[in-house]
Every structure is written in structure tokens, then in C-alpha cells.
């Protein structure tokens, strides 16, 4: 008696966000005006999220001039350099939305004049900063695979810096930096996961004949 081992490739679904069936659920159901129940469930929120195929990249750019950092879509510094600024382009932060979609909010930019110093926040008003617009709209809450904007704030240079990387935030907090908390939770660059919620897979496996 012979057990022939063979080698087989099995390909295995795997849901990463552990919502069964939520990104299938959501182009059949969705429907605007029921985005607040993102989250609440055990499973199920795939109806209540945006539309991860219209999510943008935000950029993070620097101003030597101001010595302030900002975050906006590249075309949105783009536009800024050719007509007045010195936006140096620091790299990709994160992906959200330029309009409103299911179960987002604004993520507004204050500014205040006295050093320059960009906030962003899903919060409607920031002491002391002057409202300058809504940058992108992201979710209230981690919901829908996204992950935590953080802030970190230099108040002695009159900067606020935001990252998803939690290692970067903790670097600059030990280095003197303040926690400047969550602005909002946003998709994460690298979509091959969140890009339909689930990843493949190959395992080889080995089992008898
Ligand atoms: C999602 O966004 C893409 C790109 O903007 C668009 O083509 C598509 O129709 C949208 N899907 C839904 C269900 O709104």
C-alpha cells in the first residue's frame, strides 16, 4: 500500500475583512441614505460603504516658505505651484473621496494665519483656525476596511503632520512631536485588499492519493 503524495495547488478565498459576502451584498444593495449603520453589525456593513473604484490618492506636500504641511490630491498642488505656491510633493498618504459618498464625511482643512498651520478633522470648527475648505470626505469611523489618519503637531514650528503609518506617528511623538489624534479614517494605499475586500491566495497543499 502506497501513498502517493501530491503536490496541489489550492486556490483559498479568503475574506481579510472577515464580512462574509459584505462586498457581493454591496453592488446589489446599495442605497444612499443609509450610510450611519456603518459598523454597527457583526458583518453585514458592505451595503453602508463607499465606492472604493472612485476613492482618489491624497498627497502630503511641504512649504519651505510657510514651513507647513498640507495634504490635497497632486492635481490640487499641481494647480497651486503653477499659480502661486512652493508645494513640494512629500509622498502619498492615503485614498479617500473628492465628493461625498455613502457614509462619509467632510475632512476639513483650518488654518490659522499666525504661523500657517494647517489642521485637518472631521470636526466642524477647530479654535483659533479659520475654516479653509473640505479637502476629501472619509469615514467617521473605522468601518469598511479603513484605517486611522493620524495627526502629530509641532506647536513650537506651527505644524501638523498626517500620516497612516503608525510607526511614523510614533517616531515623531517620542521626538517631541504632540499627539494630535485621529482626523478621520480613510482607504489605505495599497489596494490590493481593500480593493474588493478579500485577497487571493495560493497554499500549496500535499495530500495522500
Ligand atoms: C463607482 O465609481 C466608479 C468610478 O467613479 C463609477 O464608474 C461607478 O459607476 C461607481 N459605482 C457605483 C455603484 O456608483
Same mark, same amino acid.
Given at each position: 500500500?502506497q ?5 496541489v ?10 464580512v462574509v ?6 453592488? &446589489? @444593495?446599495k442605497? $444612499? /441614505?443609509? %450610510?450611519?449603520k !456603518?459598523?454597527?453589525g457583526s ?5 453602508? =460603504?463607499?465606492n472604493?473604484?472612485?476613492?482618489v ?5 511641504f512649504?519651505?516658505?510657510i ?25 502619498k ?10 457614509s ?5 482643512r483650518?488654518l ?5 498651520d494647517?489642521?485637518?478633522?472631521? &470636526? @466642524?470648527s477647530? $479654535? /483659533?483656525? %479659520?475654516?479653509? !475648505?473640505?479637502?476629501a ?5 473605522q468601518? =469598511? ?14 505644524d501638523?503632520?498626517?500620516?497612516t ?9 517620542s521626538g517631541g ?10 482607504l ?9 475586500g478579500?485577497?487571493?491566495r ?8
Amino acid at each position: 500500500m502506497q501513498i502517493l503524495a501530491s503536490l496541489v495547488t489550492v486556490v483559498i478565498f479568503i475574506n481579510i475583512l472577515g464580512v462574509v459576502g459584505a462586498v457581493e451584498g454591496d453592488s &446589489a @444593495s446599495k442605497k $444612499s /441614505g443609509c %450610510g450611519k449603520k !456603518g459598523g454597527s453589525g457583526s458583518g453585514g456593513q458592505g451595503g453602508n =460603504c463607499a465606492n472604493i473604484t472612485a476613492a482618489v490618492t491624497y498627497i502630503q506636500a511641504f512649504s519651505p516658505q510657510i514651513k507647513a504641511h498640507t495634504l490635497d490630491t497632486r492635481a490640487a498642488f499641481v494647480n497651486a505651484d503653477t499659480t502661486q505656491g512652493d508645494w513640494q510633493f512629500q509622498g502619498k498618504v492615503f485614498r479617500a473621496w473628492e465628493t461625498q459618498e455613502t457614509s462619509t464625511v467632510p475632512l476639513n482643512r483650518f488654518l490659522t494665519q499666525v504661523n500657517q498651520d494647517y489642521i485637518f478633522t472631521t &470636526a @466642524s470648527s477647530v $479654535s /483659533g483656525f %479659520g475654516a479653509n !475648505g473640505v479637502v476629501a470626505y472619509v469615514y467617521p469611523s473605522q468601518i =469598511c476596511g479603513s484605517i486611522p489618519l493620524l495627526g502629530a503637531s509641532n506647536s513650537a514650528a506651527g505644524d501638523h503632520y498626517y500620516t497612516t503609518d503608525a510607526h511614523e506617528h510614533a517616531s515623531l511623538t517620542s521626538g517631541g512631536w504632540s499627539d494630535a489624534g485621529i482626523s478621520g479614517y480613510v482607504l489605505p494605499l495599497d489596494d490590493a485588499v481593500t480593493e474588493h475586500g478579500m485577497e487571493w491566495r495560493s497554499y500549496l497543499v500535499l495530500f495522500p492519493v
